[in-house]
């Protein structure tokens, strides 16, 4: 029994110790600021202030508006990723010539850094010397230039794409690595009683996965819903505070300079 | 905190730290004075006294790094027992790293501060006021006005700058010439010969809009430039009568023509556009007209051809007058430095008259010491329109820009805000004045508290 | 999906005069190898790519260390504490860092570690901790127990039998978690900026955000970079592929 006790503490030990003192002691350091008048401008008077950053955040008209945003974006990043990865699990998974290159360039956009997605897009976008404006005009789709990340009306949704793009990799990787784990009998199975390719689908594979795709999308969505460096590269919740995010928002609001200054990557741009 | 965990930490830790010393080792040439290996500045005080001088910079770009490398290099040929590390953070994080390891008191004894940072590590005691130094230098009767004027604050000196910005028109000569058009000298014709220029089918426009971060660049020179003769130059932010620049006539009707440069002479996209994005749409094409910098010229030299772009002075408002300002970066002291008199000796050896000028050439900068201006150099080019506007200085006034103010880092957040909105019709340019004005307001009530 | 792969790739193949042309070329007049030149050759970049490939690597093998035995402890033991243990490890992944940032830089700075190459490692290790012992605590769960009884009723102890009977039947659940790991690591970007001031201990991200200057992005080295630095996380992942996909399979339904 005390064997068990010191095998059990001595395995946790270092794992609990270094997450305790390195995660969560300066993440409290920081939440303490957000009850404080941190202002780079004076670091020697900072004093408490209680809800006072809070209540100017929630005061403040962008705030539902921010909440609306978050909504659209946890939802249709997560459907289209989800869905997206999901055909291309499936037409990835019987092999065939070639497909380690294939799932190379799945797999890339994963490989990228967060402000390195920021940058590209927003240099994609740009409606004078974007690529995207470009192509879809010499394709005819459309006939005057369209300002992706400046128009209110496209903003949010060019955000959101590029998130989509950004996160379509990990759902193929862990659908796929799912598909490949179904046992053939039960397609066996299926194909006696005559069930075609969707039905197979719907009532086999689907089943069969859908642990990993609730861990999956519950991962996911913790992510999506937290992570502003998207946001902060492309538009930084311009124009005018209407790509504002809830977590990009609030960290603008609760955090003065101070320390969001270091997250602002590619915004001071 | 550190004996805690190589105690508790079960040997795991410890070989991961004896692994990570190893290979901290390895790193090429760190050699010699010890480099990042843990002891600092504590060896420092007996035998010969080697000193060793860590310089941070802010505005890091690489050509840029190696013109400092290659005077800091210089620097150490004739002092041998000092030698000098260059920390070159990125651009984009430089300030806020530089914030971080003064308030952590890290090795730093050199820092390039800014003028848009001098007043905040002033107010929280970072940096030494140079004057005792300044004193003992020979170089300093050369030192320009203006230099002066852009590290001080109350009447103290606190960075001597390494060159000066001071905005200046940029146009497209070609589009010009093609279409027999002048060159802008007022707002009101950048207005009305950009709208000449603009051809949205074509993807051309007539001015390199920047509604993103910085905005406020643009909004700020025009309300200036309407006010003209009525702002109080040394703060000014506010009029002669005390009540601020953005709450007369005139800065509604310089909104008014922004509004309209906005829709009729730039591409939509530029609301939401910054430094990078403005700049680019000029280099590639996109747009005929851009205020900037001449650090810029850099750029334009090296990504167009010759012969398609020239520079003009900064445009006037209808009572004949703009007002400029010089803004700039240089060397300070840390307040924490321990070898505060080594650390004088590298920035007058920076700053020296022809290292300064020439590497304000190699830049694109104004150089510090106003012998500096008779060179051949910046009489000719790009560099004419900034002596011509210093020359009358009857048209330009040269003003303050707002920088003791605590509000001065949230301003561009905020005026580039409510203007985006007002841009989008959210706001009228009214309302829009209205938050300016307020926001001014109580930051000069917050400074006469 | 694979579009802005190409368009970076064109781009770090166009000379850099030719980058910003109007009309948009979408393949290159000319062909030049010199963006990749230049970031050898003025940039370093074979130092950033070292750094970058030892911090990584060394972080991600601690992080698997660790969170093998954090892991496993999770995975096959109740005791008090149990579930809030494994929520603690599951709220960091809510956290966001940028808050802790100015914290982190005043801990290391008095532990005289900025500057130094263990701060990162460090760092990189901590991170990677709670999601690694997540992921590891889901193969450890597919594992029957009865595999290390049996080898402890040949005489083995409880760590002999999870290095020589568990671990070897794991490989594929920790070849996938290092690689997570090391992608993360190797992308990582606002601590390295932070915490590293020498050219010659600098990682690779950092040096690709040195290439966004004040009125220009430089994008024929950011696209050389960017390509570059795709290249070994790629290969890794293909190398590994078989791993990751049997590895993630098991460790995704039960974590």
Request: with cysteine; proline share 5%.
């Amino acid at each position: 029994m005390n064997n068990r006790r010191i095998f059990i503490i001595g395995s946790l030990l270092p794992a609990l110790l270094l997450v305790l003192v390195f995660t969560y002691y300066p993440f409290f350091r920081g939440v303490v600021m957000a009850f404080q008048n941190v202002q780079i401008f004076d670091m020697r008077n900072i004093e408490f202030v209680g809800l006072q950053n809070f209540e100017k955040a929630f005061n403040d008209p962008k705030f539902m508006s921010a909440l609306k945003n978050s909504a659209l974006w946890v939802f249709f990043s997560l459907v289209c990723q989800f869905v997206i990865g999901l055909t291309l699990a499936l037409l990835l998974r019987k092999p065939f010539r070639g497909r380690g290159v294939y799932q190379g360039f799945v797999f890339y956009s994963w490989a990228l850094s967060g402000f390195l997605i920021g940058l590209i897009w927003k240099w994609m976008f740009n409606s004078q010397i974007g690529v995207i404006n470009d192509l879809l005009l010499r394709i005819g789709l459309i006939e005057e230039r369209i300002g992706f990340l400046s128009d209110p009306k496209w903003a949010m949704f060019s955000v959101i794409v590029a998130n989509i793009w950004y996160g379509i990799a990990f759902f193929a990787i862990m659908l796929l690595a799912a598909l490949q784990s179904v046992p053939a009998d039960l397609y066996e199975a299926a194909d006696i009683d005559g069930a075609g390719g969707v039905r197979k689908l719907l009532n086999v594979t689907l089943p069969y996965i859908m642990p990993t795709i609730i861990a999956t999308t519950l991962l996911r969505a913790i992510w999506i819903f937290n992570d502003p460096t998207i946001i902060y590269g492309l538009t930084n919740g311009g124009p005018a505070g209407r790509t504002h995010i809830l977590s990009s928002f609030m960290l603008d609001k609760l955090y003065t300079a101070a320390i969001t200054a270091g997250r602002r990557l590619s915004a001071s741009l | 905190m550190k004996r805690e965990w190589l105690t508790k930490g079960k040997g795991l830790l410890v070989a991961a730290s004896l692994l990570a010393g190893l290979l901290a080792g390895c790193g090429g040439n760190e050699g010699g004075t010890g480099g990042g290996s843990g002891d600092g500045s504590s060896s420092g005080g007996s035998g010969d006294e080697q000193i060793k001088l860590r310089v941070v910079e802010s505005l890091t770009s690489p050509n840029r790094t190696a013109l400092i490398q290659k005077m800091l290099d210089d620097f150490q040929a004739e002092n041998p027992n000092i030698k000098v590390e260059l920390i070159s953070p990125p651009f984009d994080q430089a300030d806020n790293k530089i914030r971080q390891m003064l308030s952590a008191k890290e090795d730093v004894d050199v820092l390039e501060v800014r003028d848009l940072t001098v007043a905040e590590f002033v107010n929280n005691g970072y940096i030494e006021p140079l004057d005792s130094f300044t004193s003992g230098w020979s170089e300093f009767d050369t030192l320009s006005n203006v230099s002066k004027s852009v590290g001080m604050i109350k009447d103290k000196l606190y960075f001597i700058p390494n060159g000066l910005y001071q905005r200046q028109l940029f146009y497209r000569k070609d589009w010009l010439d093609e279409k027999g058009l002048k060159v802008p000298t007022t707002y009101e014709e950048l207005y009305e010969i950009g709208k000449q220029l603009t051809d949205p089918a074509n993807n051309r426009f007539g001015f390199s809009f920047r509604g993103g971060p910085g905005s406020q660049g643009v909004t700020d020179a025009m309300v200036l430039a309407y006010n003209g003769d009525k702002v109080n130059l040394e703060d000014a932010q506010f009029l002669k009568d005390g009540s601020t620049i953005y709450s007369s006539p005139e800065a509604k009707q310089a909104m008014e023509l922004y509004l309209k440069i906005y829709k009729e002479t730039s591409p939509p996209d530029s609301i939401n556009w910054g430094f990078q994005e403005q700049v680019q749409a000029f280099t590639s094409g996109v747009t005929a007209f851009l205020l900037q910098d001449p650090d810029v010229i850099q750029v334009l030299t090296e990504k167009m051809e010759e012969g398609t772009w020239a520079t003009a002075p900064m445009p006037l408002g209808p009572s004949g007058k703009a007002l400029i300002a010089a803004g700039g970066a240089g060397w300070g002291i840390a307040a924490h430095s321990e070898h505060k008199e080594a650390a004088w000796k590298l920035i007058e050896f920076l700053s020296s008259e022809p290292r300064n000028t020439q590497f304000s050439k190699d830049f694109g900068m104004v150089p510090i010491h106003s012998t500096a201006a008779e060179d051949e150099y910046f009489q000719s080019g790009p560099y004419k329109t900034l002596l011509e506007m210093t020359d009358k200085p009857d048209i330009f006034l040269n003003y303050k820009p707002p920088y003791q103010y605590p509000g001065t880092g949230q301003w561009s957040q905020v005026s580039m805000e409510s203007q985006q909105a007002m841009l989008m019709n959210a706001k009228t340019i009214d309302e829009m004045l209205a938050d300016w004005s307020a926001y001014w307001e109580e930051e000069k009530a917050k400074m006469n508290k | 999906m694979v579009f802005p792969l190409y368009w970076i790739t064109i781009t770090s193949l166009k000379p850099q005069k030719d980058i910003f042309t109007y009309p948009i070329r979408y393949w290159p007049e000319r062909i030049s190898f010199e963006n990749y030149e230049s970031i050898f050759r003025i940039s370093k970049f074979h130092i950033y790519i070292g750094n970058s490939l030892m911090i990584s690597i060394v972080a991600s093998l601690i992080v698997i260390v660790i969170a093998v035995f954090s892991a496993y402890v999770m995975a096959r033991y109740r005791f008090r504490g149990h579930g809030q243990i494994m929520l603690g490890f599951f709220a960091t992944q809510m956290l966001p860092g940028f808050i802790s940032l100015s914290s982190l830089y005043m801990m290391m700075s008095s532990m005289n570690l900025i500057n130094n190459r263990f701060s990162l490692i460090l760092m990189y290790t901590v991170i990677m901790i709670p999601f690694s012992t997540i992921l590891l605590r889901g193969f450890f769960q597919r594992i029957p127990s009865s595999l290390e009884e049996a080898a402890m009723m040949d005489g083995c102890s409880r760590i002999s039998a999870l290095f020589r009977v568990i671990i070897p039947v794991m490989l594929p659940g920790i070849a996938s978690t290092f690689i997570f790991a090391f992608v993360q690591n190797w992308n990582e970007l606002f601590l390295a900026v932070m915490f590293i001031d020498d050219e010659p201990l600098k990682t690779l991200p950092v040096a690709m955000n040195s290439f966004v200057q004040k009125f220009d992005v430089d994008w024929g080295a950011m696209s050389a970079g960017t390509v570059l630095s795709v290249i070994p996380t790629v290969v890794l992942f293909a190398v590994a592929q078989r791993f990751i996909v049997e590895g993630l399979t098991q460790g995704a339904e039960k974590g």
